[in-house]
Protein backbone atom coordinates (compact mmCIF):
# COMPACT_ATOMS: atom_id res chain seq x y z
CA UNK A 1 0.00 0.00 0.00
CA UNK A 2 2.10 2.92 -1.39
CA UNK A 3 1.91 5.82 -3.10
CA UNK A 4 0.56 5.99 -6.70
CA UNK A 5 2.92 8.04 -8.99
CA UNK A 6 2.26 12.00 -9.10
CA UNK A 7 1.30 12.69 -12.85
CA UNK A 8 -1.02 15.85 -11.88
CA UNK A 9 -2.79 17.68 -9.01
CA UNK A 10 -5.84 16.35 -7.69
CA UNK A 11 -8.67 16.05 -5.22
CA UNK A 12 -8.99 12.35 -4.22
CA UNK A 13 -11.75 10.89 -1.66
CA UNK A 14 -13.71 8.36 -0.63
CA UNK A 15 -17.40 8.43 -0.08
CA UNK A 16 -19.31 5.40 0.84
CA UNK A 17 -16.09 3.05 -0.13
CA UNK A 18 -16.01 4.88 -3.73
CA UNK A 19 -12.90 6.32 -4.54
CA UNK A 20 -13.61 9.92 -6.03
CA UNK A 21 -10.81 11.33 -7.94
CA UNK A 22 -10.77 15.15 -9.18
CA UNK A 23 -8.86 16.41 -11.71
CA UNK A 24 -8.15 20.19 -13.54
CA UNK A 25 -9.24 18.55 -16.57
CA UNK A 26 -12.80 17.61 -14.99
CA UNK A 27 -13.10 20.90 -14.17
CA UNK A 28 -12.40 22.65 -17.70
CA UNK A 29 -14.81 20.38 -18.58
CA UNK A 30 -17.21 21.25 -16.45
CA UNK A 31 -16.73 25.41 -16.98
CA UNK A 32 -16.95 24.46 -20.94
CA UNK A 33 -13.31 26.12 -20.88
CA UNK A 34 -9.98 25.24 -21.87
CA UNK A 35 -7.30 23.28 -19.77
CA UNK A 36 -4.55 25.44 -19.93
CA UNK A 37 -2.56 28.00 -17.76
CA UNK A 38 0.21 28.05 -14.75
CA UNK A 39 0.47 26.52 -11.59
CA UNK A 40 0.20 29.92 -8.97
CA UNK A 41 3.45 28.46 -7.59
CA UNK A 42 5.33 29.42 -11.12
CA UNK A 43 4.97 32.95 -10.13
CA UNK A 44 7.38 34.43 -7.85
Known amino acids: ?3 S ?3 ETV ?3 V ?3 LEI ?3 RA ?5 MD ?3 QGKMIADYK
Not at 26 to 30: D, I, N, S, V
Open 33 to 35: VKD
Open 15 to 17: LAG
Open 26 to 30: HFAKL
Open 11 to 13: IRY
Open 5 to 7: AFK
Open 1 to 3: MGL
Open 21 to 23: TIS
